[in-house]
């Protein structure tokens, strides 16, 4: 892979988008190798964490150079490659943290969306610029959104291209958390390494119900997570947690059995 690295820690894997000079643009070659990128996660991972090469940028957007001589035919193309790479990327089974340092701007913001959880370092902006260019997003955005923050503030982000800061994003629900820029990936580590502490199978059936049961109605939504729920039992994690609870000893570490 070119443009992206992948790094082992202790039960999560790091995933860095390594283009700076070009503060982490999107073009072709980096959504193949975070497509390539997002195939060699093994069932052994218990949590990913994607972030952008530098302090500057997480992904300033897709690379307008190469956006600016696509007809209609090449724009659906890449719009599509990079939207079926985000959905891969938001579908996978395991949690995914997003360590949000300086600029995510259109597909880089759509990344980050793609995300279960975005950490934000205190000098992260958010925007969709796409209409000041003449398109809309085009890799997911003006759907996850309005999931995430209404179709009122959804909208007004989409339509006014405007900037929004750390601070604000925390406000609007956009960001979990928000932390000094020289912390970020330290605290989000920190989180990565306790989710990776918890039961796998558990963890990833919460993620299979939260991201089913939103498209659903309530009822059956609560039928989903009564599945995932169950699920759960008669695996040796469960039986050995359980267990050591009740009679009060020191838990083993989850086996994702």
């Known amino acids: 892979m070119t443009y992206v690295e992948l790094t082992k820690k202790d039960g999560f894997v790091l995933l860095t988008i390594n283009r700076p000079e070009a503060l982490n643009a999107l073009n072709e070659q980096v959504l193949d190798d975070l497509d390539e990128a997002l195939g060699m996660i093994d069932e052994d991972t218990r949590c990913l964490v994607v972030t952008g090469a530098g302090t500057k940028a997480f992904v300033a957007g897709a690379d307008i150079s190469v956006m600016r001589t696509q007809d209609r035919t090449e724009a659906k193309r890449f719009g599509k490659k990079g939207s079926e790479v985000f959905r891969k990327l938001e ?9 949000v ?20 370092s205190q000098n992260a902006s958010f925007a969709f610029p796409e209409v000041t260019l003449g398109i809309t997003p085009g890799f997911g955005g003006t759907q996850r959104i309005v999931r995430l923050v209404g179709p009122g503030a959804g909208k007004e982000l989409l339509y006014t291209a405007r900037r929004v800061k750390s601070e604000e994003a925390l406000r609007l629900g956009i960001v979990n958390r928000v932390v000094p820029q020289e912390t970020l990936l330290d605290e989000v580590f920190a989180m990565a390494a306790s989710i990776a502490k918890n039961a796998p199978i558990a963890v990833r059936a919460a993620k299979r119900s939260v991201n089913t049961g939103v498209l659903c109605g309530m009822d059956e939504a609560l039928a989903i997570e009564l599945e995932n729920y169950s699920n759960c039992y008669e695996t040796q994690d469960q039986v050995n947690a359980m267990t050591a609870f009740v009679s009060k000893q020191e838990p083993k570490p989850f086996e994702n059995k």
Do not use: H, S, T, W
């Not at 579908?91 to 997003?98: K, Q, R």
């Open 101 to 120: 340092n300086g600029f995510a701007l259109g597909g880089g913001f759509e990344l980050a969306l793609a995300c279960d959880i975005r950490i934000a």
């Open 91 to 99: 579908m996978l089974p395991i949690p995914v943290i997003a360590a």
